[in-house]
């Protein structure tokens, strides 16, 4: 009877301080045991610890293709724009956000003179970031 372990205990006054997986040593009543089949194979293997940042290298991740994808492409894009309204100058054919075509007759600091109206003469103010597209810098590409 060397692989009888003991399941549970039927009196608490008689309980162990602590649980352990020892072999019955005979001589308890009001317990019952049950054979184990298997003996000391079946003993569950000890389990290894994770590491925080494992755990959260998913999260690590995702935060870093949000980055790429919502403050990267923007800001390249703001670059681009800076770049093409610093670029321009007299005689060049632009499209406001708006949707107004138009020819560069002066540019001051933040602000350019369109030419949009040939017959008339008609010319306009607009801020340099209503600027949509600068059409004379699309055949030189």
Do not use: C
């Not at 009888?4 to 997986?21: F, T």
């Not at 600091?109 to 008609?122: A, R």
């Amino acid at each position: 009877m060397a692989n009888v372990w003991i399941i549970a205990q039927a009196d608490g006054n008689q309980a162990p301080s602590r649980i352990s997986s020892e072999p019955v040593t005979g001589g308890n009543e009001g317990t019952a045991v049950v054979p184990d089949p298997a003996g000391d194979a079946a003993a569950p293997a000890p389990t290894k610890q994770v590491s925080p940042l494992i755990s959260y290298l998913p999260l690590i991740f995702i935060f870093v293709i949000m980055y790429l994808f919502l403050m990267r492409g923007p800001r390249k894009q703001q670059q681009k724009h800076r770049q093409m309204v610093q670029s321009l100058s007299k005689n060049d054919r632009v499209r406001t956000i708006g949707g107004i075509f138009g020819t560069v007759v002066e540019v001051k600091g933040d602000e350019v003179v369109l030419k949009i109206d040939e017959s008339n003469n008609t010319k306009i103010r607009v801020s340099t970031s209503a600027i949509g597209k600068n059409l004379s810098q699309e055949g030189k590409d």
